[in-house]
């Protein structure tokens, strides 16, 4: 457990405290050894400045889960589904071209060749041209 220092208090020497991340990991279950959880937790049983962290943590995690996504841009959807269907689509050649010589080896007429994969078309819900940072047709103007 990582600890920092608090400032030495009037009647003894510094205590230490847990670090913020590790009160976060404790309130998200991401402390590795249940000893090091129970370890934080008692801590917190007894040290109302932890405690205070812990709690306003807490507040945080909640709001942040509160809080609806925005919608994913309809040019990155459409970048993130092209590059999917060009994945999926190499990965089915390599696997053709892979299992071609054991096709082969089974029957007596020879495997065809593994075919190049055509660029996927958009899925209907995508525009079909670039719409990305790197697509000039905003710069257009009617009648120019």
Do not use: K
Not at 39 to 59: F, K, P, Q, S
Not at 120 to 134: E, K
């Amino acid at each position: 457990m990582t600890a920092h220092l608090s400032s030495s208090g009037p009647t003894g020497p510094a205590e230490t405290h847990p670090s913020v991340d590790e009160l976060a990991d404790l309130a998200e279950g991401l402390v590795e050894s249940a000893d090091a959880a129970r370890t934080l937790r008692r801590h917190l049983d007894g040290c109302a400045e932890c405690r205070e962290t812990a709690d306003a943590l807490g507040e945080v995690q909640a709001l942040l889960g509160a809080v609806e996504a925005p919608p994913m841009p309809a040019d990155v959807a459409a970048r993130l589904d092209a590059a999917l269907a060009a994945a999926a689509a190499s990965t089915t050649t390599e696997e053709e071209a892979e299992n071609a010589p054991l096709a082969a080896s089974r029957t007596a007429t020879p495997a065809p060749a593994p075919r190049a994969a055509a660029a996927p078309a958009a899925p209907p819900s995508r525009p079909a041209a670039a719409t990305g940072p790197g697509s000039y047709t905003h710069l257009t103007r009617p009648g120019l």
